[in-house]
């Protein structure tokens, strides 16, 4: 089966520092997308940056960055200067187009950001 | 913009009884998904669907049924209501059209069934 895998369930870090949240995956496809969703207490679902396969940049949005290591299938969300509003689930995706289209998701790492 | 609708937001049915969690979108797009979410858990893909007329099983799509006969609706169908169905049901959307292929999500279906 093609997964994603995070394998922190849960993650505390203290206000201001950084924190690096793990995700693998599996595919056998070439042509695909990663993203890091957040979901706050509102259940709502937010984009917190996306990676394009092909690309060997690693993606960067303000405090959030990734670590994308492709021939290791790792995807890893770095949180620097952490703020309370970080507190949230966090969901790593991957998006795949050479064949199935599907949408995947990981089972969330709980993080924590204490004052 | 109202983007991916989902109704309704809350629903008791008891079990063997038979709904359907409507989703819609306006922003054209043609992948559209559901998923559900246990508590604390992350997202299961139930069904999904890449465009009008065509749709393809996920992860768990035992119990469900769906149907997209416009690019704009993707209802999702519960015929017997089961306890391992109570959960929170997301639809999203999103397309390869788009520069970033971002999906968006509708505000989730809480779900119980007694």
């Known amino acids: 089966a093609q997964t994603v895998t995070q394998s922190q369930p849960e993650m505390s870090v203290q206000e201001a520092e950084t924190v690096t949240l793990s995700c693998t995956y599996d595919?056998?496809?070439?042509?695909?997308?990663l993203f890091w969703y957040k979901q706050p207490p509102s259940r709502q679902m937010i984009l917190v940056i996306r990676?394009?396969?092909?690309?060997?940049q690693n993606a960067t949005e303000n405090r959030f960055s990734v670590n994308f290591q492709k021939a290791a299938k790792s995807f890893s969300l770095k949180i620097s200067d952490s703020q309370l509003g970080d507190t949230a689930m966090y969901f790593c995706?991957?998006?795949?187009?050479?064949?199935?289209?599907?949408?995947?998701f990981g089972s969330g790492t709980r993080l924590l950001v204490r004052p | 913009n109202a983007g991916v609708t989902q109704t309704p937001k809350f629903r008791i049915l008891k079990i063997g009884q038979s709904m359907t969690l409507q989703c819609t979108q306006d922003?054209?797009?043609?992948?559209m998904y559901w998923y559900r979410q246990d508590p604390g858990m992350g997202l299961k893909l139930i069904y999904y669907?890449?465009?009008?007329?065509?749709?393809d099983k996920g992860e768990v799509p035992n119990g469900y049924n769906v149907s997209r006969s416009t690019t704009e609706d993707f209802p999702l169908r519960l015929e017997l209501a089961a306890p391992s169905q109570t959960s929170v049901y997301f639809c999203?959307?999103?397309?390869?059209?788009?520069?970033?292929?971002?999906?968006?999500f509708g505000q989730g279906t809480r779900l119980t069934v007694v």
């Open positions: 999203a959307s999103s397309s390869e059209r788009q520069r970033n292929t971002e999906a968006f």
């Open positions: 595919t056998s496809e070439n042509n695909y997308y």
């Open positions: 990676q394009e396969a092909y690309k060997q």
């Open positions: 995706a991957r998006f795949t187009m050479d064949s199935s289209y599907k949408l995947i």
């Open positions: 922003m054209n797009h043609n992948y």
């Open positions: 669907s890449v465009g009008a007329g065509i749709t």
